[in-house]
Structure formats: C-alpha cells, structure tokens
C-alpha cells in the first residue's frame, strides 16, 4: 500500500509537463482512501520538476533496489 512520502514510478507518459513513463516521484499527500495521490518529481539538483495528482493506476510503488539515475540529455550533448 503507497504512503506519503513513498516513491513511485510513473507510468504513462506525461510530455506537456516533460514527465516520462518510468519517472520517480514523490508522494506528498494521498486522497479519499488511497485511490489519489500527490506525487512532487524532482530533478537531481532537488528542483521540483511538476506536482501532479496521479491516480492508483498511473503510478506504482518503487522498489529503490531497482533505481537507475538516468541523463536524458546525451543527444544534444553529441
């Protein structure tokens, strides 16, 4: 079962607000009866990125054994 201050995955795409499919963010407040939640995604450097109200089936709790930081800038570093 989430709770604040847990981690999840996103997982749909969201490109108008530059959040990907496998971003992790965290809950900061959870809705009714844990069906809603408040995920806040920040960047390495702690800036927060977007704050979003996600549902149970747009976000699954992460396992951080599995967590890989990830640069999503290589192309225009090329």
């Known amino acids: 079962m989430i709770q604040e201050l847990d981690l999840v995955a996103l997982l749909t ?21 844990n069906d809603l939640f408040e995920v806040e995604f920040i960047n390495a450097k702690g ?9 149970a089936d747009e976000v699954r709790q992460v396992d951080l054994g599995r967590v890989m930081l990830h640069y999503s800038d290589l192309e225009s570093a090329a």
Do not use: C, F, M
């Open 13 to 33: 795409d969201r490109p108008t607000i530059g959040l990907r499919r496998g971003d992790v963010g965290t809950v900061v407040h959870i809705y009714g009866s």
């Open 47 to 55: 800036d927060t990125v977007a704050v979003e109200t996600l549902s």
